[in-house]
T-cell receptor, first 115, second 108 residues
Framework: SAVISQKPSRDICQRGTSLTIQCQVD?????MFWYRQQPGQSLTLIAT?????????ESGFVIDKFPISRPNLTFSTLTVSNMSPEDSSIYLC????????????FGPGTRLTVL | EDQVTQSPEALRLQEGESSSLNCSYT??????LFWYRQDPGKGPEFLFT???AGEEKEKERLKATLTKKESFLHITAPKPEDSATYLC?????????FGKGTRLHILP
């Protein structure tokens, strides 16, 4: 399984600011995924990031609010823009296994608190 | 609409007391059902994939089973280190949907 790291592990931000979360994988992967896990809620897919193409966003998520970069096969960033307290959540990146992207491996997450 | 419901929300067991967690799902064209374990402050850890009704998978004290409407995660003689939140997810024709999880606490 892939080893995934995220930076920062946690942050406290002011309303109206932006935060960029980094995700690094120890092997080359085609697809990377960004999830949000709000307190008491299930994991929700924000977008799928493929290297060399625009990210694909799920219903309810837009590029202006959550811009994503995927400059190479081992790295991606998610920016949470113009933050409000409702954006307080854990943000997780994940990658699929070698045999099936359905079996996903997750990073440790970034715990974001917006004041 | 695709949906995943896990029950109970929380479960407290004595060490050695076996039990089962439930994952009920409604999905068009099931392409896989997944179980994950999530410890506090960490990302989910992949446990099992089940693809068809009747399939079973085992790992140490955990056994996952699948029917056409639900999956069970059976925990046999659990230990305190099995305490975690267990997440169920399903993939249909569209995307992967996660349940809210069951918080399992094993008392020594």
């Amino acid at each position: 399984s892939a080893v995934i790291s995220q930076k920062p592990s946690r942050d406290i931000c002011q309303r109206g600011t932006s935060l960029t979360i980094q995700c690094q994988v120890d092997s080359q992967v085609t697809m990377m995924f960004w999830y949000r896990q709000q307190p008491g809620q299930s994991l929700t897919l924000i977008a799928t990031a493929n290297q060399g193409s625009e990210a694909t966003y799920e219903s309810g998520f837009v590029i202006d609010k959550f811009p994503i970069s995927r400059p190479n096969l081992t790295f991606s960033t998610l920016t949470v823009s113009n933050m409000s307290p409702e954006d307080s959540s854990i943000y997780l990146c994940s990658v699929g296994s070698v045999t099936s992207y359905n079996e996903q491996f997750f990073g440790p997450g970034t715990r974001l608190t917006v004041l | 609409e695709d949906q995943v419901t896990q029950s109970p929300e929380a479960l407290r067991l004595q060490e050695g007391e076996s039990s089962s967690l439930n994952c009920s799902y409604t999905v068009s064209g099931l392409r896989g059902l997944f179980w994950y374990r999530q410890d506090p402050g960490k990302g989910p850890e992949f446990l099992f994939t089940l693809y068809s009704a009747g399939e079973e998978k085992e790992k140490e004290r955990l056994k996952a089973t699948l029917t056409k409407k639900e999956s069970f995660l059976h925990i046999t003689a659990p230990k305190p280190e099995d305490s975690a939140t267990y997440l169920c997810a399903v993939r249909g024709d569209d995307k992967i949907i996660f349940g809210k999880g069951t918080r399992l606490h094993i008392l020594p």
